[in-house]
């Protein structure tokens, strides 16, 4: 991405967190392709780690994507070995996505990806200004109804 004089950008919250959303999922997005993987597919095995196994539907609510596009993460995502479809017991209709063991391990090396992309993004900010920076995203994403 072209370097633009900070003068020359909108003084809005919304533009810079856009650039710079941007600039960090494409850096995502390229160290995770190694792995096999898009930014969505590391969302959906977030979302897993988090709240155990859940029905495609909830799990296409929770990433605000299509159902549709929730099917095409899982057929791939259970391609690689990385979760399993197991009926709902309670509504044999219904499918829980479920992560395997090897799943957690790409999960795993997708927050080592991030986290080294977060070290190299904030290396010139102090520990108290990652810590503020941390403290205000939260409290953005929570205003937002956001997971933070």
Known sequence: MKNVKAEKLPETITFRLGLLGAFLTDRFSADVSRLGLKPKHAGMLNVLAANGPTSQMEMARIL?????????LADHLESLGAIERLRDPEDRRRQNLSMTSHGRALL??????AQAIDAETTADLTAAERADLHRVLGTLADRLGLPS
């Open 64 to 72: 605000r994507v299509a159902p549709s596009l929730v099917v095409a």
């Open 108 to 113: 795993r090396k997708c927050l080592d990806v």
